[in-house]
């Protein structure tokens, strides 16, 4: 039965879930033309949008127009809008963004047994390429390797990436499940692995044998999620400038806004921003980051593709 604080249009807003950062930095650090924030969430208004009567979790809304002021500040002009659980199967909301997103924006999916063909279609010509499965408990029940096949089945010839959201010691248990799946697979959040583990940790090692694969790409959104430091989560980012370094060719970065179920308060998305100075210091690997990566994966406007030559790591 759904509990009864996550009824409604207007229900309390559940515990993890803080309002955005009230006042995020302008960054020091100027981002090329065409970056892009490749995972946030628009949310509600729950007047207008309302969130899925079984969802796990009621968050504070986050409508398009916050969301693309957060970006003007931030100096980002791309942006792939990612279906958050608690709108369930329900894409109203996706739709409409990517409707009235002048071609800057891209879209992730969930979907579900009971979607259609047609849905699906719809939702490509808005502008979504890719599909996400969520294997964390507080979500859903993970799906069966049925489930999957059938989402894969029902999105069969458009091209889509399966975007993964699982837990650090995970990657390992999945290993063989992701490179059985077709075309190209997003591992959200770094993982989400757990730093404790140190390097040599069977999620990371994991990690690296997939993306020596070639098919795998891992979005280096989350760092909030995963430090053991705090603020600037120098543990997580320095994680992250080795995934980098490892892969250049297939890392994407994202705010992860507007931070829903987390264990503190919001980070501030500019001192994200500035944090992308470290995580990739070399001007080459920040431009395929930012610009040439995303609009690869997501397919942006192939006007801004720019390749840019990184040497013999480049790995296909």
Not at 52 to 81: E, M, N, S, Y
Request: overall charge negative.
């Amino acid at each position: 039965m759904t509990e009864p604080a996550l009824q409604g249009a207007q229900s309390a807003v559940s515990p993890g879930c803080p309002p955005p950062h009230p006042a995020p930095r302008t960054p020091s650090l100027v981002l090329p033309p065409d970056s892009c924030d490749a995972h946030c969430h628009i949310l509600g208004p729950a007047d207008v949008f309302p969130y899925a009567p079984d969802r796990t979790f009621t968050p504070v809304d986050a409508p398009k127009k916050q969301v693309h002021a957060l970006h003007a500040h931030l100096g980002i002009t791309r942006a792939v809008i990612v279906q958050s659980s608690c709108h369930g199967h329900d894409h109203s909301v996706l739709l409409d963004a990517l409707r009235s997103g002048d071609g800057r924006l891209r879209g992730v999916a969930l979907i579900g047994e009971t979607t259609t063909r047609a849905e699906v279609e719809e939702l490509h010509r808005a502008g979504v390429r890719a599909f996400r499965l969520n294997f964390l408990p507080h979500l859903r029940t993970p799906p069966s390797r049925a489930e999957i096949d059938s989402v894969l089945e029902l999105v069969d010839g458009l091209g889509w990436a399966v975007q993964l959201h699982v837990r650090g010691e995970e990657i390992a248990v999945l290993e063989a499940l992701v490179r059985a799946l077709p075309g190209r697979t997003v591992i959200d959040h770094i993982g989400r692995v757990d730093l404790a583990a140190g390097r040599d940790d069977p999620a990371l090692r994991s990690l690296r044998a997939l993306l020596d694969g070639g098919e795998v790409w891992v979005k280096l959104s989350g760092v909030d999620r995963i430090s053991r430091q705090g603020p600037p989560y120098a543990d997580a980012v320095a994680l992250a400038a080795s995934l980098v370094e490892y892969a250049p060719e297939r890392v994407v970065w994202g705010t992860d806004y507007p931070h829903v179920n987390i264990a503190s308060d919001a980070p501030d998305d500019g001192l994200l921003v500035d944090l992308v100075e470290s995580i990739a210091p070399d001007p080459a690997h920040l431009h395929r980051l930012m610009v040439d990566n995303p609009a690869e994966l997501y397919d942006f406007p192939s006007t801004a593709l720019r390749r840019t030559s990184v040497g013999s790591s480049d790995r296909k």
